[in-house]
């Protein structure tokens, strides 16, 4: 696990990494299944593609629904910033120019398997941690602190489950 940066401005990043006993292609169909993500997740409930019928690529966008017991229930548009099967998928959260947070899953075939990461960006854009500093801006450091461990959390749980439906052969 990795965490860098102190206060939201300096665009503070977390990843989980784990290796998967499964071809990065079989990863893939698993990772780029916005549909199975809130299965995944404690946070994230529902996400769906915006226009369905259209085949996922960079451009394409999600809307997303989540839940957290401090911050409430929201729902964002994700943009697809990156979109390489089955190596790299990419999104950035709300506006893709100054995006809330930058998500992405990148798969590398290493040792007869994947290294699949998980990663996120916080900000530049305002998000609703950006409200909770700005309430508190004393506690900036300990809120984004606080909420980097959170997305490490979740992170390792995704990674961890994704490599358990690979290696079963599972959606």
Do not use: C
Not at 46 to 75: C, K, M
Not at 86 to 97: G, Q, T
Not at 113 to 121: A, D, F, H, M, S
Not at 138 to 166: D, G, L, Q, T, Y
Request: hydrophobic content about 40%; glycine content about 8%; aromatic content about 8%.
């Amino acid at each position: 696990m990795e965490w860098t940066g102190a206060k939201y401005a300096d665009g503070p990043t977390a990843q989980a990494e784990i290796w998967i006993d499964a071809a990065p292609e079989a990863v893939w169909e698993l990772v780029s299944d916005i549909g199975l993500m809130p299965e995944l997740s404690q946070e994230l409930q529902a996400a769906h593609w915006v226009s369905p019928d259209t085949p996922p690529g960079v451009g394409a966008t999600f809307v997303g629904t989540s839940r957290h017991e401090a911050l409430g229930e929201w729902s964002t548009t994700s943009h697809v910033v990156e979109w390489n099967p089955p190596s790299v998928f990419a999104w950035a959260v709300n506006d893709p120019e100054t995006p809330t947070a930058t998500w992405r899953f990148t798969l590398e075939a290493e040792n007869g398997g994947t290294t699949l990461r998980q990663w996120v960006r916080m900000g530049p854009g305002r998000s609703g941690l950006s409200k909770a500093i700005d309430a508190m801006p004393e506690k900036e450091e300990k809120i984004v602190f606080v909420r980097m461990r959170e997305f490490e959390s979740a992170m390792r749980h995704v990674v961890a489950e994704i490599k358990r439906r690979a290696e079963a052969g599972v959606r």
